[in-house]
């Protein structure tokens, strides 16, 4: 009985939960360390070859004090192209910081996806943890993580986007799950501004998942704090929800995706296990 109850301790102690969140986020940068690793100057190739590229318009925008960005300069053969206009821009805000701390815009994008990563299972830990026991909440951040989804993401299509929507997402739901337990100034704050980054994470997924963020929130205690805290977001957001929406009669995405058939996107069975060196 007595080495079970030191077992138990050890479990519960909190150093011995850190320490295996520690191996894991290890395994994690040394699964990855062969595609996503920072110092090699050479790029992982992937379906969106334009990532690195975007980096470097938008950071030349915020060194120009072109803010928020709105115009590519030196797409279309430098007529410019407003790419920042119409997609969701929290990726290309948290790479191009990175960025600007004076990594090329390569590194940035690696680095960035790796971020994506740690952060996605230390988002759902936190999630998970506002429901389930601690260990439970660790299988399931590192299920995850480990997908075949997430891989896909990076090393296939190269999405730099939609990983982090896989960060805000559960990042957000665990924030409102705690707003609506207790009422901290420090919570409430982190609440909105990952709200606020969700939205405007990914074109599709933010929009589809923006209803279903509020009714979630319904569902919670104290759901009128969380909805104020979800309004204030979106009014943070209306710096790009607003000219996205206005102008969207500019461009012919319309007219392009018409013409595109959804057959064509999906991927054959063999690139989900055969992508460069993840």
């Not at 690139?271 to 060196?277: E, P």
Request: positive net charge; contains cysteine.
């Amino acid at each position: 009985m007595a080495f079970v109850r030191t077992l138990y301790t050890l479990f519960e102690s909190k150093k011995f939960k850190y320490f295996i969140v520690a191996i894991i986020l290890g395994l994690i940068v040394y699964m990855t360390h062969s595609s996503l690793n920072p110092l090699k100057t050479d790029m992982i190739q992937f379906h969106d070859e334009t990532q690195a590229g975007r980096i470097t318009s938008f950071v030349a925008n915020l060194r120009a004090g072109n803010i928020p960005p709105r115009l590519a300069a030196d797409y279309s053969f430098n007529l410019g192209f407003p790419v920042f206009n119409f997609y969701a821009p929290t990726a290309y805000w948290i790479t191009s910081m990175i960025a600007l701390v004076g990594t090329s815009s390569i590194m940035a994008v690696k680095i960035s996806f790796l971020l994506t990563v740690i952060l996605s299972f230390l988002a759902m830990l936190y999630f998970l943890t506002r429901f389930f026991d601690y260990y439970s909440s660790i299988l399931g951040a590192s299920v995850y993580v480990t997908s075949t989804y997430f891989a896909t993401e990076i090393v296939i299509r190269g999405n730099l986007a939609e990983c982090w929507f896989l960060v805000f997402l559960p990042l957000t739901l665990g924030l409102l799950k705690e707003n609506s337990k207790v009422l901290n100034k420090r919570i409430y704050i982190m609440t909105v501004l990952s709200a606020a980054l969700l939205f405007t994470s990914h074109n599709m997924l933010s929009l589809v998942t923006m209803p279903l963020v509020f009714i979630y929130s319904m569902l919670l205690p104290h759901w009128r704090r969380n909805l104020v805290a979800l309004g204030i977001a979106v009014l943070l957001d209306s710096y790009f929800l607003v000219p996205a929406y206005l102008e969207s009669g500019l461009v012919q995405a319309k007219e392009l995706a018409k013409v595109y058939n959804y057959k064509d996107h999906f991927l054959c069975p063999w690139q989900l296990w055969t992508a460069n060196g993840w």
